[in-house]
């Protein structure tokens, strides 16, 4: 089977940088994904890491540890807007690499 | 392109009613999923599709549960006989290839009574 852990919730203030992580136990890994929900809207995609290391994108980025089963999402520059649900997910290369989400980190941006 | 488009976004229904939940997903996009969010189980997968054939439903709950795919632009998700345990947002998703980023659509909020 598979898991992924990640905290269930992070408080910053504006202007912030805060870094969300998600381990993962997988018997089969494509990649490692985030992607964002505002207040139970749709699930939107932020980035994906098929391969060790940083990819920036703007003010977020995400890293992978494929040996650590480990990964990030760092948010720099916070604003309000940033307050919403943070989703890490997996790929099960075992599972048709279906995409297996993480139960997301509740990121609160204060003033 | 208009995105993922459910419908109803809302439902309230009774306990032993039927529910179908609809899905437009993306044009060109091959593959769809199933998603249901409740608080204690976060986003699982139900099922999903490729070409409109279902590739794997093991995330479904049980028999009363039913999806299909008539065409590339349709896909509907049925329960029969709801229950209360079914109250749970349903998203769909597409995607235009097996490991490509899944574009949500906005859910379906199902409440049963």
């Known amino acids: 089977g598979q898991s992924l852990e990640q905290p269930s919730e992070v408080t910053a203030v504006e202007g912030a940088i805060v870094q969300i992580n998600c381990t993962y136990q997988?018997?089969?890994?494509?990649?490692l994904s985030w992607y964002q929900q505002h207040d139970g809207g749709a699930p939107t995609f932020l980035s994906y890491?098929?391969?060790?290391g940083l990819e920036e994108t703007g003010r977020f980025s995400s890293f992978l540890s494929r040996s650590d089963s480990y990964g990030y999402l760092l948010l720099q520059e916070l604003q309000m807007k940033d307050s919403a649900s943070y989703f890490c997910?997996?790929?099960?290369?075992?599972?048709?690499?279906?995409?297996?989400f993480g139960q997301g980190t509740e990121l609160s941006v204060k003033p | 392109d208009a995105g993922v488009i459910q419908s109803p976004r809302h439902e309230v229904t009774e306990m032993g009613q039927e529910v179908t939940l609809r899905c437009k997903p993306i044009s060109g996009h091959d593959y769809l999923f199933w998603y249901r969010q409740t608080m204690m189980r976060g986003l699982e997968l139900l099922i999903y599709f490729n070409n409109n054939v279902p590739i794997d439903d093991s995330g479904m709950p049980e028999d009363r549960f039913s999806a299909k795919m008539p065409n590339a632009s349709f896909s509907t998700l049925k329960i029969q006989p709801s229950e209360p345990r079914d109250s749970a947002v349903y998203f769909c998703?597409?995607?235009?290839?097996?490991?490509?980023?899944?574009?949500f659509g906005e859910g379906s909020r199902l409440t049963v009574l």
């Open positions: 998703a597409s995607s235009p290839r097996e490991l490509g980023e899944l574009f």
């Open positions: 890491n098929g391969l060790d």
């Open positions: 997910a997996v790929r099960d290369s075992n599972q048709g690499g279906k995409l297996i």
């Open positions: 997988t018997s089969g890994f494509y990649g």
